[in-house]
């Protein structure tokens, strides 16, 4: 017999570690300052020695939010994922190069998180991401005031820093601690490890956000009261976190003679949007400038002004929606939203064009099939038979439209701090399975723009919509053992 199956084969050679090896968690302090305010940016500069596992990236820090003693009655909720919320762009350089640049950097987040990680999932990361209410500090005594520890399903998103009470308070508002990975980095993404001492120092910088686009919008109704932003939010504890891998110098020497050239695949993420104008109906086409030789999957992720702002995903389109007489959607008819009877001359759908290629082939269309594009989501995350591939999203979230959101009329239901819209549209332009690991497999955008394709229907929009366009891509770093240089290629 040539040969055995796997698990019967007992010949197998094993590999083995030097007996110098050490495994280090290394904690990085950022390079400019100790304390961190909104529009500031946060470096931090990684070692030059051993080995990163690109899994093990990882951020933690305090935060500290108050009214500047101004007291105030009002309620305060942090929106999105609140561990990445601050954060508007992450950027990763190696020397003096920028090798990665992601823009909304937290809306990026959000929709990653929603997309990919259950709710059993996020019920224990709820302390480590952010979720559920303040620590009391600021809050009414009160039974119906004070805030609810309760981790039920609404509170794995956003933060309810403060609940609305009767007599203004000036006390600091909230204070919490939050870690997480360094989600859509381009060196976390990596599929080998990474060689420090073999390449320029490698660089982490996260901006921060205006504190306007942190939390629910002011003058937000609650029923009771208004929402308010406050007035100051402060990170300080900041540390990045890795595993450092030293296997000696003769590894190294061995690594450096190997190849004039290392190549080490990763991926990358790019976010871009652009604005469809209030008043939007019929079928019309946004274009978008993200060039790259091989996309693996893109995700439409329409926002609008609201008081959500970018982390509220909303359907754009009035298919499978009936509305009342001022637009709204009815609020006797809200299970509509999912494949229910439309408005006459309703329609709904989303596709991309790259080049003249469509894709999928058959427009995403939320009147035939509005739990489709929730499946079609799920595929461009991976494989849909993985038990892995699992989301947050229920089905109030996904029924989220732009039409009605903002109504005035209390019978209609508005996304909120803790449950924001999570219409997210989805698109596996792989060729293969990801499984596969095979080189450059998506598709190319190189000599040509993608088209966001939307068929809002007969009923116009009745406000701005962002429609943002997010793209995971394959990307290769090479490193010039001789020079000891590294750039990427995407």
């Keep these: 017999m040539a040969s055995v199956p796997r698990s019967f084969d007992l010949t197998e050679p094993l590999a083995s570690l030097p007996d110098n090896a050490q495994q280090t968690l290394v904690t990085i302090r950022p390079d400019n300052n100790t304390q961190f305010t909104p529009q500031q940016i946060i470096t931090c500069s990684l070692g030059q020695r051993g080995w990163l596992d690109p899994k093990s990236l990882s951020i933690r820090y305090k935060v500290t939010i108050n ?22 762009r992450l950027n990763e350089y190696c020397g003096g190069q920028t090798i990665s640049s992601v823009n909304a950097y937290n809306q990026t987040c959000q929709a990653l998180v929603s997309g990919s990680y259950s709710v059993s999932a996020k019920y224990g990361l709820q302390n480590c991401f952010g979720y559920g209410s303040g620590n009391g500090t600021g809050v009414a005594a009160s039974a119906a005031d004070a805030p609810d520890f309760n981790p039920s399903n609404p509170n794995f998103d956003g933060r309810i820093v403060k609940l609305y009470e009767a007599t203004s308070t000036s006390e600091p508002l909230d204070s919490f601690y939050v870690s997480a990975p360094l989600m859509a980095s381009m060196l976390a993404s990596s599929e080998k490890m990474i060689p420090l001492f073999a390449v320029p120092q490698l660089r982490i910088e996260l901006t921060l956000d205006a504190i306007s686009n942190m939390f629910y919008g002011s003058g937000a109704s609650t029923g009771a009261g208004l929402y308010s932003t406050p007035s100051t939010f402060i990170i300080s504890n900041f540390e990045l976190v890795y595993s450092m891998i030293d296997l000696g110098a003769e590894v190294e020497r061995y690594t450096l003679a190997s ?47 609201n008081y ?17 007489a001022t637009g709204n959607q009815a609020a006797s008819t809200l299970p509509t939203a999912i494949g229910g009877p439309t408005v006459a001359g309703g329609g709904g759908d989303y596709q991309l064009i790259i080049g003249n290629m469509s894709f999928p082939q058959a427009p995403l269309s939320t009147v035939l099939n ?37 109504s005035a009329d209390a019978a209609f239901r508005s996304t909120t701090a803790q449950e924001p819209g999570k219409f ?36 116009a929009t009745n406000q701005i919509a962002n429609v943002g366009l997010l793209l995971c891509y394959d990307a290769i770093m090479v490193i010039d053992t001789a020079g000891k240089q590294m750039s990427v290629r995407s």
């Design 67 to 88: 009214n500047g003693g101004t007291a105030t009655a009002n309620s305060v909720a942090m929106i999105g994922c609140p561990v990445y919320t601050p954060f508007q």
């Design 259 to 305: 190849a004039p050239q290392l190549k080490i695949k990763t991926m990358g993420y790019n976010n871009s949007s652009v604005v469809l104008p209030s008043g939007t109906s019929g079928s019309t086409s946004l274009v978008f400038n993200q060039r790259y030789q091989s996309i693996k999957s893109a995700f439409i992720l329409p926002s609008s002004t």
């Design 308 to 324: 959500n702002k970018w982390c509220d995903f909303l359907d754009v389109t009035n298919g499978g929606l009936t509305t009342n």
């Design 370 to 406: 509005r739990a489709g594009i929730l499946q079609e989501t799920r595929r461009a995350f991976g494989c849909l038979f993985d038990a892995d591939n699992n989301n947050s999203i229920n089905t109030c979230e996904f029924s989220a439209n732009i039409n009605y959101v903002n």
């Design 424 to 459: 997210i549209v989805g698109v596996d332009l792989d060729k293969v399975a990801w499984s596969d690991r095979t080189l450059m497999s998506g598709v190319s955008t190189f000599g040509t723009s993608i088209s966001v394709n939307i068929n809002v229907g007969a009923v």
